[in-house]
Protein backbone atom coordinates (compact mmCIF):
# COMPACT_ATOMS: atom_id res chain seq x y z
CA UNK A 1 0.00 0.00 0.00
CA UNK A 2 0.96 3.51 -1.09
CA UNK A 3 1.04 6.11 2.10
CA UNK A 4 1.56 10.22 2.06
CA UNK A 5 3.96 10.48 4.84
CA UNK A 6 5.90 13.86 5.38
CA UNK A 7 8.63 13.97 7.03
CA UNK A 8 8.52 17.89 8.39
CA UNK A 9 12.17 18.76 9.76
CA UNK A 10 13.61 20.57 12.03
CA UNK A 11 16.97 20.91 11.09
CA UNK A 12 18.36 23.50 14.49
CA UNK A 13 17.33 20.50 16.95
CA UNK A 14 18.41 17.64 14.17
CA UNK A 15 14.73 16.25 14.21
CA UNK A 16 12.12 14.89 12.22
CA UNK A 17 8.33 14.67 13.20
CA UNK A 18 5.36 13.02 10.55
CA UNK A 19 2.79 13.70 9.47
CA UNK A 20 0.93 10.34 8.04
CA UNK A 21 -2.20 11.26 5.73
CA UNK A 22 -4.93 8.40 7.09
CA UNK A 23 -7.16 8.63 3.98
CA UNK A 24 -10.02 10.18 5.39
CA UNK A 25 -9.22 13.64 6.12
CA UNK A 26 -7.74 13.00 9.37
CA UNK A 27 -3.94 12.48 10.15
CA UNK A 28 -2.01 11.09 12.71
CA UNK A 29 1.12 12.80 13.61
CA UNK A 30 4.66 11.40 15.15
CA UNK A 31 6.29 13.48 17.52
CA UNK A 32 5.34 16.82 16.72
CA UNK A 33 7.33 20.21 18.61
CA UNK A 34 5.78 22.85 20.30
CA UNK A 35 6.25 25.34 17.40
CA UNK A 36 3.75 23.42 14.94
CA UNK A 37 3.81 26.01 12.09
CA UNK A 38 5.49 23.97 9.84
CA UNK A 39 3.58 20.73 10.98
CA UNK A 40 0.08 23.18 10.37
CA UNK A 41 1.56 24.07 7.11
CA UNK A 42 1.78 21.21 6.01
CA UNK A 43 -1.16 19.52 7.15
CA UNK A 44 -3.18 22.71 5.00
CA UNK A 45 -1.50 21.82 2.16
CA UNK A 46 -2.82 18.34 2.00
CA UNK A 47 -6.38 19.71 3.49
CA UNK A 48 -6.18 17.13 6.43
CA UNK A 49 -7.20 17.43 10.03
CA UNK A 50 -4.64 16.47 12.60
CA UNK A 51 -6.56 13.72 14.64
CA UNK A 52 -4.29 11.47 16.44
CA UNK A 53 -0.53 13.05 17.81
CA UNK A 54 1.78 10.28 19.05
CA UNK A 55 4.48 11.02 21.16
CA UNK A 56 7.49 8.01 20.98
CA UNK A 57 8.76 9.54 24.24
CA UNK A 58 9.30 11.63 26.91
CA UNK A 59 11.52 14.59 25.22
CA UNK A 60 14.28 15.61 26.53
CA UNK A 61 15.44 18.07 23.51
CA UNK A 62 12.22 19.57 22.80
CA UNK A 63 8.97 20.42 24.25
CA UNK A 64 6.06 18.30 22.61
CA UNK A 65 3.28 19.45 20.86
CA UNK A 66 0.89 17.04 21.30
CA UNK A 67 -0.72 18.09 24.27
CA UNK A 68 -1.51 21.25 22.07
CA UNK A 69 -3.07 19.56 18.89
CA UNK A 70 -5.05 17.95 21.88
CA UNK A 71 -6.39 21.42 22.98
CA UNK A 72 -6.83 23.15 19.51
CA UNK A 73 -7.37 19.91 17.09
CA UNK A 74 -9.24 17.83 19.19
CA UNK A 75 -6.41 15.00 18.68
CA UNK A 76 -6.78 12.75 20.65
CA UNK A 77 -2.82 11.55 21.89
CA UNK A 78 -1.06 8.10 22.13
CA UNK A 79 1.65 7.78 24.59
CA UNK A 80 3.65 5.22 26.75
CA UNK A 81 0.73 4.22 29.82
CA UNK A 82 4.59 4.00 31.65
CA UNK A 83 5.22 7.47 30.70
CA UNK A 84 2.24 8.62 33.48
CA UNK A 85 1.62 12.12 31.96
CA UNK A 86 -0.25 14.50 33.61
CA UNK A 87 -3.06 15.61 31.01
CA UNK A 88 -5.73 13.73 28.92
CA UNK A 89 -4.26 10.82 26.65
CA UNK A 90 -4.67 7.17 25.68
CA UNK A 91 -1.56 5.50 27.60
CA UNK A 92 -0.36 1.96 25.41
CA UNK A 93 1.14 -0.44 26.30
CA UNK A 94 3.29 -3.05 24.52
CA UNK A 95 1.41 -4.88 22.01
CA UNK A 96 -1.53 -2.61 21.73
CA UNK A 97 -2.98 -1.88 18.71
CA UNK A 98 -4.74 1.31 17.98
CA UNK A 99 -7.41 1.47 14.88
CA UNK A 100 -6.54 4.66 12.17
CA UNK A 101 -9.35 3.74 9.96
CA UNK A 102 -8.06 1.40 7.79
CA UNK A 103 -4.34 1.39 9.20
CA UNK A 104 -3.11 0.56 12.06
CA UNK A 105 -0.92 1.53 14.60
CA UNK A 106 0.96 -0.96 17.21
CA UNK A 107 2.69 0.12 20.31
CA UNK A 108 6.03 -1.77 20.95
CA UNK A 109 8.27 -1.31 23.73
CA UNK A 110 11.82 -0.10 23.30
CA UNK A 111 13.20 1.32 26.64
CA UNK A 112 16.77 2.40 26.36
CA UNK A 113 16.69 6.33 25.38
CA UNK A 114 13.81 6.58 28.25
CA UNK A 115 12.25 4.28 30.33
CA UNK A 116 9.17 4.36 28.74
CA UNK A 117 9.98 4.96 25.24
CA UNK A 118 7.58 3.14 22.61
CA UNK A 119 8.18 2.50 18.59
CA UNK A 120 5.27 2.67 16.78
CA UNK A 121 4.94 0.02 13.89
CA UNK A 122 2.58 1.02 11.20
CA UNK A 123 0.63 -1.75 9.53
CA UNK A 124 -1.95 -2.46 6.98
CA UNK A 125 -3.84 -5.25 8.02
CA UNK A 126 -0.60 -7.82 8.49
CA UNK A 127 1.94 -6.05 6.70
CA UNK A 128 4.57 -3.87 8.00
CA UNK A 129 4.38 -0.59 6.37
CA UNK A 130 7.26 1.19 8.52
CA UNK A 131 8.12 1.82 11.90
CA UNK A 132 8.59 5.27 14.20
CA UNK A 133 11.44 4.66 15.88
CA UNK A 134 11.72 7.84 18.08
CA UNK A 135 15.06 7.50 20.18
CA UNK A 136 15.51 3.65 19.67
CA UNK A 137 17.21 2.61 16.56
CA UNK A 138 17.96 5.68 14.38
CA UNK A 139 19.87 5.54 11.38
CA UNK A 140 23.14 4.59 11.33
CA UNK A 141 23.50 4.41 15.82
CA UNK A 142 21.05 4.28 18.72
CA UNK A 143 20.37 7.59 20.90
CA UNK A 144 21.68 7.99 24.35
CA UNK A 145 20.78 6.12 27.03
CA UNK A 146 22.28 8.59 29.63
CA UNK A 147 19.67 11.05 30.18
CA UNK A 148 18.18 9.46 33.46
CA UNK A 149 21.26 10.24 35.11
CA UNK A 150 24.61 8.44 34.68
CA UNK A 151 23.78 6.35 37.57
CA UNK A 152 21.35 4.56 34.71
CA UNK A 153 23.39 5.21 31.74
CA UNK A 154 24.84 1.24 31.53
CA UNK A 155 21.53 0.04 32.71
CA UNK A 156 19.63 1.68 29.74
CA UNK A 157 21.90 0.88 27.22
CA UNK A 158 21.44 -3.22 27.85
CA UNK A 159 17.92 -2.31 27.57
CA UNK A 160 18.33 -0.53 24.17
CA UNK A 161 20.33 -2.92 23.03
CA UNK A 162 17.29 -5.56 23.72
CA UNK A 163 15.13 -2.70 21.82
CA UNK A 164 17.22 -2.62 18.85
CA UNK A 165 17.34 -6.21 18.23
CA UNK A 166 13.63 -6.58 19.02
CA UNK A 167 13.22 -4.02 16.14
CA UNK A 168 15.66 -5.62 13.93
CA UNK A 169 13.33 -8.99 13.41
CA UNK A 170 11.02 -6.67 11.47
CA UNK A 171 10.58 -7.47 8.02
CA UNK A 172 14.03 -6.14 5.76
CA UNK A 173 11.27 -3.66 3.98
CA UNK A 174 9.82 -2.15 6.82
CA UNK A 175 10.84 1.74 7.07
CA UNK A 176 12.06 2.87 9.63
CA UNK A 177 11.38 6.81 10.79
CA UNK A 178 12.90 7.76 13.65
CA UNK A 179 12.67 11.04 15.29
CA UNK A 180 16.23 11.95 16.16
CA UNK A 181 18.69 12.69 13.51
CA UNK A 182 21.89 14.25 11.85
CA UNK A 183 22.35 17.51 14.35
CA UNK A 184 20.82 16.40 17.34
CA UNK A 185 22.23 15.94 20.94
CA UNK A 186 20.50 12.87 21.30
CA UNK A 187 23.14 11.31 18.83
CA UNK A 188 22.95 10.65 15.88
CA UNK A 189 26.04 10.63 13.24
CA UNK A 190 27.15 13.23 11.16
CA UNK A 191 25.71 13.60 8.33
CA UNK A 192 23.56 10.76 8.58
CA UNK A 193 20.44 10.09 6.27
CA UNK A 194 17.10 10.71 7.91
CA UNK A 195 15.08 7.73 7.28
CA UNK A 196 15.98 3.83 6.14
CA UNK A 197 14.63 0.69 6.30
CA UNK A 198 15.19 -2.49 8.95
CA UNK A 199 16.96 -3.95 6.16
CA UNK A 200 19.79 -1.06 5.57
CA UNK A 201 20.35 -1.08 9.51
CA UNK A 202 20.81 -4.47 9.78
CA UNK A 203 23.43 -4.27 6.99
CA UNK A 204 24.84 -0.85 7.87
CA UNK A 205 24.24 0.28 11.16
CA UNK A 206 27.69 -0.51 13.16
CA UNK A 207 25.34 -1.16 16.98
CA UNK A 208 23.30 -3.57 15.22
CA UNK A 209 26.18 -5.43 13.83
CA UNK A 210 27.92 -5.95 17.69
CA UNK A 211 26.37 -9.43 19.31
CA UNK A 212 27.66 -9.32 22.29
CA UNK A 213 26.08 -7.05 25.01
CA UNK A 214 28.35 -5.30 27.06
CA UNK A 215 30.46 -4.54 24.00
CA UNK A 216 27.53 -2.88 22.55
CA UNK A 217 27.16 -1.12 25.55
CA UNK A 218 31.03 0.21 25.61
CA UNK A 219 30.15 1.42 21.76
CA UNK A 220 27.19 3.28 22.63
CA UNK A 221 28.25 4.86 25.94
CA UNK A 222 31.98 5.44 24.68
CA UNK A 223 30.65 7.57 21.64
CA UNK A 224 28.39 10.17 24.00
CA UNK A 225 29.06 13.55 24.03
CA UNK A 226 28.20 16.55 26.12
CA UNK A 227 24.42 18.11 25.89
CA UNK A 228 22.70 21.10 26.76
CA UNK A 229 21.30 21.35 30.76
CA UNK A 230 18.36 21.96 29.52
CA UNK A 231 18.17 18.55 28.54
CA UNK A 232 17.45 17.48 32.14
CA UNK A 233 14.00 19.47 32.59
CA UNK A 234 11.93 18.86 29.79
CA UNK A 235 11.27 15.29 30.18
CA UNK A 236 9.38 16.02 33.09
CA UNK A 237 7.60 19.20 31.46
CA UNK A 238 6.83 16.99 28.26
CA UNK A 239 5.41 14.51 31.24
CA UNK A 240 3.09 17.48 33.07
CA UNK A 241 2.38 19.14 29.76
CA UNK A 242 3.75 22.22 28.23
CA UNK A 243 1.10 25.35 29.01
CA UNK A 244 -1.17 25.48 26.12
CA UNK A 245 -0.09 28.88 24.04
CA UNK A 246 -2.26 31.24 22.50
CA UNK A 247 -1.16 31.14 18.96
CA UNK A 248 -2.93 34.15 17.91
CA UNK A 249 -0.59 36.79 20.30
CA UNK A 250 2.94 34.25 20.60
CA UNK A 251 5.49 35.22 17.92
CA UNK A 252 5.41 39.03 19.27
CA UNK A 253 7.77 40.84 21.51
CA UNK A 254 7.35 43.66 23.78
CA UNK A 255 8.95 46.81 22.15
CA UNK A 256 11.10 48.69 25.49
CA UNK A 257 12.76 51.46 25.33
CA UNK A 258 16.35 52.03 26.27
CA UNK A 259 15.40 53.19 29.86
CA UNK A 260 13.45 50.31 30.30
CA UNK A 261 15.86 47.97 29.10
CA UNK A 262 18.15 49.93 31.47
CA UNK A 263 16.14 48.73 34.64
CA UNK A 264 15.80 45.03 33.61
CA UNK A 265 19.32 45.03 33.19
CA UNK A 266 19.97 46.40 37.11
CA UNK A 267 17.23 43.68 38.30
CA UNK A 268 19.15 40.95 36.64
CA UNK A 269 17.65 40.21 33.09
CA UNK A 270 19.97 38.97 30.47
CA UNK A 271 20.26 40.13 27.20
CA UNK A 272 20.53 38.34 24.55
CA UNK A 273 21.67 39.54 21.02
CA UNK A 274 20.53 37.51 18.12
CA UNK A 275 22.21 39.86 15.17
CA UNK A 276 25.03 38.41 13.00
CA UNK A 277 28.58 38.49 14.27
CA UNK A 278 30.11 41.15 12.50
CA UNK A 279 27.36 43.62 14.09
CA UNK A 280 27.45 42.36 17.54
CA UNK A 281 31.16 42.78 17.23
CA UNK A 282 31.13 46.19 15.85
CA UNK A 283 28.71 47.42 19.26
CA UNK A 284 26.88 45.47 21.28
CA UNK A 285 25.54 46.40 25.01
CA UNK A 286 27.95 45.17 27.58
CA UNK A 287 27.67 42.08 28.97
CA UNK A 288 25.29 40.90 26.15
CA UNK A 289 25.09 36.79 25.19
CA UNK A 290 25.84 37.05 21.46
CA UNK A 291 23.32 33.78 19.94
CA UNK A 292 23.28 34.61 16.13
CA UNK A 293 19.63 34.09 15.30
CA UNK A 294 20.25 30.73 12.99
CA UNK A 295 18.53 27.45 13.14
CA UNK A 296 20.59 26.39 15.98
CA UNK A 297 19.22 29.39 17.99
CA UNK A 298 17.50 27.43 20.13
CA UNK A 299 20.30 24.68 20.95
CA UNK A 300 22.76 27.63 22.34
CA UNK A 301 20.07 30.04 24.08
CA UNK A 302 19.51 26.36 26.24
CA UNK A 303 22.71 26.36 26.55
CA UNK A 304 24.09 29.50 26.97
CA UNK A 305 20.86 31.11 29.30
CA UNK A 306 19.67 29.64 32.33
CA UNK A 307 16.24 28.83 31.95
CA UNK A 308 14.57 30.86 34.83
CA UNK A 309 16.12 34.50 33.78
CA UNK A 310 14.24 37.30 32.36
CA UNK A 311 15.21 37.95 28.95
CA UNK A 312 15.63 41.17 26.45
CA UNK A 313 16.13 40.60 22.89
CA UNK A 314 18.64 42.68 20.60
CA UNK A 315 17.91 42.42 17.01
CA UNK A 316 18.37 43.98 13.87
CA UNK A 317 15.02 44.74 11.62
CA UNK A 318 15.43 42.61 9.04
CA UNK A 319 15.38 39.74 11.55
CA UNK A 320 12.03 38.05 11.96
CA UNK A 321 10.69 37.93 15.71
CA UNK A 322 8.27 35.08 15.27
CA UNK A 323 10.95 33.16 14.67
CA UNK A 324 12.80 34.68 17.76
CA UNK A 325 9.96 33.84 20.12
CA UNK A 326 9.16 30.24 18.76
CA UNK A 327 12.98 28.88 18.67
CA UNK A 328 12.20 29.79 22.49
CA UNK A 329 9.61 28.58 23.02
CA UNK A 330 10.04 25.04 21.78
CA UNK A 331 12.85 24.66 24.49
CA UNK A 332 10.26 26.17 27.36
CA UNK A 333 12.03 29.86 27.03
CA UNK A 334 9.08 32.00 27.65
CA UNK A 335 9.79 34.82 29.93
CA UNK A 336 10.86 37.39 26.97
CA UNK A 337 10.15 40.82 28.57
CA UNK A 338 10.63 42.06 25.25
CA UNK A 339 13.19 43.67 22.72
CA UNK A 340 15.38 46.61 22.66
CA UNK A 341 13.25 49.20 20.64
CA UNK A 342 15.13 50.64 17.65
CA UNK A 343 17.83 47.99 18.22
CA UNK A 344 21.49 49.18 18.36
CA UNK A 345 21.25 52.36 17.09
CA UNK A 346 18.95 53.55 19.51
CA UNK A 347 20.86 52.22 22.75
CA UNK A 348 23.79 54.32 21.08
CA UNK A 349 22.07 57.07 20.40
CA UNK A 350 20.53 57.34 24.20
CA UNK A 351 24.52 57.93 25.03
CA UNK A 352 25.14 54.25 26.57
CA UNK A 353 27.80 52.71 26.38
CA UNK A 354 28.60 50.18 24.40
CA UNK A 355 31.30 46.97 23.99
CA UNK A 356 33.29 45.95 20.85
CA UNK A 357 34.49 42.92 20.28
CA UNK A 358 37.44 42.73 17.05
CA UNK A 359 36.82 39.98 14.28
CA UNK A 360 40.41 38.81 12.81
CA UNK A 361 40.95 36.62 9.70
CA UNK A 362 42.89 33.73 10.07
CA UNK A 363 45.90 35.33 9.00
CA UNK A 364 45.88 37.94 11.70
CA UNK A 365 45.88 35.83 15.15
CA UNK A 366 49.42 36.82 15.62
CA UNK A 367 50.71 35.67 19.24
CA UNK A 368 47.52 35.82 21.19
CA UNK A 369 46.29 32.49 22.91
CA UNK A 370 43.40 30.13 20.79
CA UNK A 371 40.41 29.12 22.28
CA UNK A 372 38.48 26.83 20.15
CA UNK A 373 35.45 25.86 21.69
CA UNK A 374 33.88 23.19 19.04
CA UNK A 375 32.78 19.89 20.39
CA UNK A 376 35.55 17.70 21.76
CA UNK A 377 34.24 15.26 18.20
CA UNK A 378 35.74 18.28 15.86
CA UNK A 379 38.46 19.90 18.14
CA UNK A 380 39.75 15.81 17.93
CA UNK A 381 39.85 15.81 14.19
CA UNK A 382 41.30 18.45 13.23
CA UNK A 383 42.70 22.00 15.41
CA UNK A 384 45.02 24.58 15.13
CA UNK A 385 48.96 23.79 16.79
CA UNK A 386 48.48 24.85 20.31
CA UNK A 387 45.01 25.71 20.49
CA UNK A 388 43.32 25.30 24.09
CA UNK A 389 39.63 23.74 24.05
CA UNK A 390 36.92 24.04 26.06
CA UNK A 391 33.64 23.03 24.78
CA UNK A 392 30.98 26.54 24.52
CA UNK A 393 28.84 24.87 26.71
CA UNK A 394 31.70 24.78 29.36
CA UNK A 395 33.15 28.27 28.99
CA UNK A 396 31.08 29.99 31.78
CA UNK A 397 31.83 27.63 34.35
CA UNK A 398 35.89 27.80 33.06
CA UNK A 399 35.72 31.72 32.47
CA UNK A 400 37.21 32.40 36.18
CA UNK A 401 40.13 29.79 35.76
CA UNK A 402 41.75 31.00 32.58
CA UNK A 403 44.30 33.60 32.53
CA UNK A 404 43.29 36.94 31.69
CA UNK A 405 46.18 37.03 28.29
CA UNK A 406 45.03 38.24 24.81
CA UNK A 407 42.42 35.30 23.38
CA UNK A 408 41.39 34.58 19.98
CA UNK A 409 38.11 32.20 20.21
CA UNK A 410 37.39 30.32 17.45
CA UNK A 411 34.91 27.82 16.09
CA UNK A 412 33.80 26.50 12.65
CA UNK A 413 32.31 29.81 11.22
CA UNK A 414 32.57 32.80 14.05
CA UNK A 415 28.80 32.23 15.56
CA UNK A 416 29.36 30.25 18.43
CA UNK A 417 33.35 31.83 18.92
CA UNK A 418 31.17 35.32 19.27
CA UNK A 419 28.92 33.36 22.53
CA UNK A 420 31.79 32.08 23.75
CA UNK A 421 33.62 35.33 23.76
CA UNK A 422 30.44 37.26 25.05
CA UNK A 423 30.28 34.42 28.10
CA UNK A 424 34.08 35.55 28.77
CA UNK A 425 33.61 39.52 28.92
CA UNK A 426 30.77 38.87 31.27
CA UNK A 427 32.85 37.12 33.21
CA UNK A 428 35.59 40.26 32.97
CA UNK A 429 37.54 38.70 30.48
CA UNK A 430 39.38 41.99 28.09
CA UNK A 431 41.59 41.66 24.64
CA UNK A 432 39.25 39.14 23.12
CA UNK A 433 38.97 38.39 19.39
CA UNK A 434 36.44 36.33 17.31
CA UNK A 435 38.02 34.84 14.96
CA UNK A 436 36.11 34.52 11.11
CA UNK A 437 36.10 31.03 9.94
CA UNK A 438 37.25 27.61 10.98
CA UNK A 439 40.23 25.39 11.07
CA UNK A 440 40.37 24.79 7.44
CA UNK A 441 40.31 28.53 6.53
CA UNK A 442 43.28 28.51 9.25
CA UNK A 443 45.31 25.89 7.19
CA UNK A 444 44.43 27.45 3.37
CA UNK A 445 45.07 31.12 4.14
CA UNK A 446 48.49 30.20 6.38
CA UNK A 447 49.93 27.09 4.48
CA UNK A 448 50.41 25.32 7.73
CA UNK A 449 49.16 21.73 8.79
CA UNK A 450 46.43 21.09 11.20
CA UNK A 451 46.87 18.77 14.21
CA UNK A 452 44.17 16.15 15.33
CA UNK A 453 44.26 13.96 19.12
CA UNK A 454 43.22 15.74 21.97
Known amino acids: MRIELVPVVDEGLGNSCYLLDLGDGRALVVDPPRDLRSLRAEAGRLRLRIGFAADTHLHADFLSGAAQLAHDDGAVVLASAAGRRAFVHRGLVDGEDVDLGGLSLRALATPGHTDEHLAFLLADGGAALGVFTGGSLIVGSAA?????????????????????????????????????????????????????????ERATNPLLGIADEDRFVGELLGSLGSYPPYFLRLGEINRRGPAIVDTSTTGRLAPLPVSAVRRLRERGTIVVDVRPVVDYGRAHIPAA????????????????????????????????????????????????????????????????????????????????????????????????????????????????????????????????????????????????AVMVGGPDDWSRTTGRTLESGS
Open 144 to 200: RTDLLGEDRAQELARAQYASLRRLAELPDDTAVWPTHGAGSFCSAPPGAERTSTIGR
Open 289 to 432: VSIPLRSQFATWLGWLVPADTSLVVVRNDDQDVEEIVWQAAKIGYDRLAGELAGGMDAWTAAGQPASRTELVTPDRLGDRRVLDIRQRPEFTGEHLPGARHIELGSVAAAAGRLPAAPTVVMCGHGERAAGAASLLERAGHRDL
